[in-house]
C-alpha cells in the first residue's frame, strides 16, 4: 500500500512578511495606471509606509522560529538580523530619493515598486535554506535591479550601466546553476541541511564535485558582491545608475548576498576536506579585493566611481568573517556577530554619503573637486559626508571602526594574523582617497557648483534620512551592544 505524500504545513504569519511586501508592491503598480499625474508622488510615501508593515510583520514572524514552506525558508535570528538590515536599508533609501526622482523625472510608481521587489529578494535571499529557493531570490532581485540601473531612459550612461550589468549578470547567474546543478549530482538534494548530512559519507568522486559545485557558486557570488578578480562591473553600473539605486546596489544587495553565501558556507563548513581546501580561495579572493579596491579608488576622480572601488575593498572586509566561519568553528559566533555588525554599518555609512551626494545636486555625484568649499556654503552637508568618509575609514567612534575592530580580532582569533595586517594596512591606505574628499570640502575655496548647491533645498525625505544615519553611525558605535543584543 502507497503512503500518502506529505504535504508541509504553512502557517501565514510566517510567510506574511514575504506575501504582503509582493501584494504591496503590485498595488502600487496598479494604483500609479489609475491615479492622475500629479498624484502618483504618493507612491514613495507609499512604498515607505509598507516598508514598516513589513518590519512590523516580520516582528511577529519572527516570535516563533520556524522553517516554512517545507524547511525551503529558515527564520532564526540571523536571518531577524539581515532582514532588519535590509529593511533599514530599504527605508533609508525611499527617503533619499524623492528629490531625485522628481528631477529626473524618473516614473514614482514604477521606481518604488522595483525598490519593494528588490527588497522581496533580499529578503527571501536571507532566509533562503535551499539552492533553488536561493537562486530563485536572487533572480528576482537581480531582474530589479537591472531594470532600476536604466529606469534613467533618457540618460545614455544609465542605459549602458544596465546593459553591462544584465549581461554580466547572466553570466554570474550561469555559474551559479551549474554549481546548483553539481551540488545536487554529489549530494542527490538541494537543501542545504540535507546537504550538510550527506557529506561525511561522500565518496572520492563526489567529493570532487562537490569542490566544484561551490567553486561555481562561489564564482557566481564574487560577482554579485563584486569581490576580486569579478569586480570589473562595479564601477560602470554604479557610476551610470541612478544614484539611490546605486546605494541601494552597494548596501542592500551585499547584505543579502553576504546572507546567502553564509547560508551555503554554513552547510559545508563541517566538512573537514571542504574546511582545509577553502581556506586557500577565500584567503585569496579577500587579500585581492582589499588590495585592488584601496588602490584603485586613490586615483579615481568621480565620487561614485571611488565609492565603487571603496565597495570593492569593504567586501573583503567581510569576506573575512565568511572564512572564518568556514574554517574555524571555534570562533564562528564571534565571527558571524561581526558579519552581522559590519553588514549594519557598512549600509549605513554609504547611504549616508549617496544621501549627501543627491543633497548636492547633479554635481554632487560627479567629480569630487565639485565638493570644493563645500563646509562653507552647506556646513551641515560636509559635516555629513566627512563623517561617513570618517567611519569609511575606521576612525572612532564611529560604527566603521567597532565593525573593523569585530572583524580583525573574530581573524587574530581565528589565528589567521597575516590576513588581520593585510586589512589594517589596507585600511590605512584607504585614508588616503577618504580623507582626499574632507580635505576638498574644508580647505579649497567654494566652487559655482557649491554655491549652487547652497541654494537648493535638500528637502525633508532627505534631511530625514541623513541625520538618521548620521545619529545611528555615531550611537551604534559607541553602544555597538543596542544593535547586537536585538532578539
Known amino acids: 500500500m502507497m503512503s500518502q505524500p506529505t504535504v508541509p504545513q504553512l502557517f501565514w504569519v510566517e510567510v506574511a512578511p514575504f506575501v504582503v511586501l509582493c501584494i504591496w508592491a503590485l498595488a502600487i503598480i496598479l494604483a500609479d495606471l489609475f491615479l492622475p499625474a500629479e ?63 522628481q528631477r529626473e523625472h524618473i516614473p514614482h510608481g514604477e521606481y518604488t515598486a522595483l525598490l519593494l521587489f528588490a527588497m522581496l529578494g533580499m529578503i527571501l535571499l536571507a532566509v533562503s535554506n535551499e539552492l533553488i529557493t536561493l537562486l530563485l531570490s536572487l533572480e528576482i532581485l537581480s531582474l530589479s535591479l537591472y531594470i532600476l540601473t ?21 553570466f554570474s547567474t550561469a555559474f551559479l546553476i551549474m554549481g546548483i546543478a553539481f551540488l545536487y549530482g554529489a549530494t542527490g538534494s538541494t537543501f542545504l541541511v540535507t546537504i550538510a548530512e550527506r557529506l561525511p559519507a561522500a565518496g572520492q568522486q563526489s567529493a570532487l564535485w562537490v569542490f566544484v559545485g561551490f567553486g561555481l557558486i562561489l564564482a557566481g557570488f564574487c560577482f554579485k558582491l563584486a569581490l576580486a578578480p569579478l569586480h570589473m562591473w562595479a564601477p560602470d553600473v554604479y557610476e551610470g545608475a541612478p544614484t539611490p539605486i546605486t546605494a541601494f546596489i552597494a548596501t542592500g544587495s551585499k547584505v543579502a548576498g553576504f546572507a546567502a553565501l553564509w547560508h551555503v558556507v554554513m ?5 573537514q576536506a571542504m574546511t582545509q581546501n577553502t581556506f586557500y580561495v577565500l584567503w585569496i579572493i579577500a587579500v585581492f579585493s582589499m588590495v585592488i579596491g584601496n588602490f584603485a579608488a586613490i586615483v ?36 558571524t556577530q561581526a558579519l552581522l555588525y559590519y553588514l549594519m554599518a557598512y549600509m549605513l555609512m554609504n547611504l549616508l554619503a549617496f544621501g549627501v551626494a543627491i543633497a548636492c545636486g547633479r554635481k554632487g555625484d560627479s567629480n569630487i573637486e565639485h565638493y570644493a568649499g563645500l563646509a562653507r556654503t552647506s556646513p551641515l552637508l560636509a559635516a555629513a559626508m566627512a563623517l561617513a568618509m570618517l567611519s569609511l575609514t575606521g576612525v572612532p567612534p564611529t560604527v566603521g571602526f567597532v565593525g573593523k575592530f569585530y572583524i580583525f580580532s573574530a581573524a587574530i582569533q581565528a589565528g589567521y594574523l597575516e590576513l588581520a595586517i593585510i586589512g589594517l594596512l589596507a585600511s590605512v591606505v584607504s585614508a588616503v582617497y577618504y580623507l582626499r574628499v574632507i ?3 574644508y580647505m579649497h575655496e567654494p566652487s559655482r ?5 547652497a541654494r537648493e533645498p535638500v528637502g525633508a525625505a532627505n534631511s530625514l534620512a541623513l541625520l538618521v544615519s548620521s545619529v ?14 536585538l532578539k
Not at 534613467?152 to 546593459?163: C, D, F, K, T
Open 39 to 101: 498624484r502618483r508622488r504618493v507612491a514613495l510615501p507609499l512604498g515607505f509606509l509598507g516598508v514598516v508593515l513589513i518590519a512590523y510583520l516580520s516582528i511577529q514572524a519572527f516570535e516563533i522560529p520556524g522553517n516554512p514552506f517545507g524547511g525551503m525558508l529558515t527564520l532564526d535570528t540571523f536571518a531577524f538580523f539581515c532582514i532588519v538590515v535590509i529593511l533599514v536599508g530599504g527605508g533609508l533609501t525611499i527617503l533619499i530619493s524623492p528629490r531625485y526622482v
Open 150 to 170: 536604466g529606469i534613467e531612459r533618457h540618460n545614455p550612461r544609465s542605459s549602458e550601466a544596465a546593459l553591462k550589468y544584465f549581461l554580466l549578470g547572466a
Open 267 to 271: 552547510s559545508l563548513a563541517d566538512w
Open 300 to 335: 579615481q576622480k568621480n565620487i561614485k566611481r571611488l565609492l565603487a572601488y571603496s565597495s570593492i575593498a569593504h567586501s573583503g572586509y567581510i569576506l573575512i568573517t565568511i572564512l572564518v566561519i568556514a574554517s574555524v568553528p571555534a570562533v564562528r559566533t564571534n565571527a
Open 439 to 441: 580635505v576638498v570640502m
Open 449 to 453: 557648483e557649491a554655491a549652487e548647491t
Open 472 to 485: 545611528m553611525i555615531i550611537l551604534l558605535g559607541i553602544f555597538p551592544f543596542w544593535f547586537l543584543g
